[in-house]
């Protein structure tokens, strides 16, 4: 583990001043000899790895940060660089590893670690390497940290979440993927954006697969706490279904466009996943739509299979799933979608 300078000893032989630049009021307790402090900490330290970090660190959602990847030169760098600026940034500590070690006790992990796929590669067999490079990762994150809550960036997320609960041996209401949170942040913008409100005001969700197979909600979108496609039916202003299809594939294409800009996602995922540690560790009960054991709920059966449902997150994981009211096309597309899902596990073979 490298050490931030701030760890670092001052004065002859290394002797720590400390005691002699601060003194202590009269009649004052000592300070205790436990403290107990937030700690997140993030596998690999990519674009999105990093934007993660960087979000984390200017919400100020931890007190400790801990920096994994297998490439030891970047890693320093980005672990400098983000020390660097301690003097613009909350109180916190900033370490880096190519040793899982460096993870133990930690609240929350983030795994954004994840083999890129080669042009021509079947997705079955980007699949199987991930699971390879999964098998590596998973088991020292849980040993080292078995009260931490698991979260995975990486995708193909939902796959990978069930991959990762598989490894791990932790119940399933603490391993979470980041799942269509960021697809559905989407949504609401484009939603906003269609009828000039502030996307904080749109109550929408995107469910499923992160991915093609995912499913927009319509039936339950409701914007400063009126639903949309009711209203309309009320106020009977005519709407085309095209229309709403090509917004959820503006969903869709989103990500997509932005690689084909600029090589890579890792704002907008950022965000979402700072979203997603603040409303854990700080247990707001808070409800999103993320990757979680789906088994038994919306008649989704045929086997354990992890994809977005509109949760109730805290400082525990998963609280619940929320009891929404789908049509009966939104049911057959979830199902659908999970079977998908399923049909790439049992491909798997664990």
Do not use: C
């Not at 300078?5 to 032989?13: C, I, K, R, V, Y």
């Not at 929408?204 to 093609?212: F, L, R, S, V």
């Amino acid at each position: 583990m490298h050490k931030s300078a701030s760890s670092l000893a001052f004065g002859p032989g290394g002797l720590d001043i400390a005691q002699s630049f601060f003194k202590p009021i009269h009649g004052a307790s000592p300070p205790p000899t436990t403290t107990r402090n937030t700690k997140i900490s993030v596998i690999g330290v990519g674009n999105v790895g990093m934007a993660i970090a960087q979000t984390i660190l200017t919400q100020h959602l931890a007190d400790e940060i801990a920096l994994v990847d297998v490439n030891a030169d970047k890693l320093r760098g980005e672990m400098l660089d983000l020390q660097h600026a301690a003097a613009f940034l909350p109180r916190t500590t900033i370490s880096s590893s190519v040793d899982y070690s460096n993870t133990r006790g930690s609240d929350l992990v983030m795994v954004t670690a994840g083999a890129r796929q080669i042009p021509g590669e079947s997705r079955l067999n980007l699949l199987q390497r991930n699971l390879a490079l999964f098998s590596k990762i998973i088991p020292p994150l849980s040993a080292g940290s078995p009260d931490a809550i698991l979260l995975i960036v990486s995708n193909p997320v939902d796959v990978l979440t069930y991959v990762a609960w598989k490894l791990s041996g932790l119940p399933a209401n603490r391993v979470i993927g980041s799942g269509t949170n960021l697809d559905s942040s989407r949504f609401r913008f484009l939603i906003a954006d269609h009828l000039d409100v502030n996307a904080q005001d749109v109550q929408a969700y995107i469910m499923g697969e992160h991915g093609d197979s995912s499913v927009a909600l319509w039936s339950s979108i409701s914007v400063g706490g009126v639903p949309i496609l009711s209203f309309l039916e009320r106020q009977q202003i005519a709407y085309e279904k095209q229309t709403l299809e090509n917004i959820h594939k503006e969903v869709i294409q989103g990500a997509y466009e932005v690689i084909g800009l600029k090589g890579y996602t890792s704002w907008a995922i950022g965000y979402s996943v700072a979203n997603l540690a603040r409303t854990i560790l700080r247990d707001q009960h808070r409800v999103h739509p993320v990757s979680v054991l789906a088994t038994g709920f919306y008649g989704i059966d045929g086997g354990d299979v992890f994809l977005s449902l509109p949760t109730q997150l805290g400082r525990h994981g998963v609280l619940g799933v929320t009891n929404l009211h789908l049509s009966d096309e939104e049911s057959q597309q979830l199902q659908k979608s999970a079977m998908t899902i399923l049909e790439v596990q049992s491909q798997l073979g664990i």
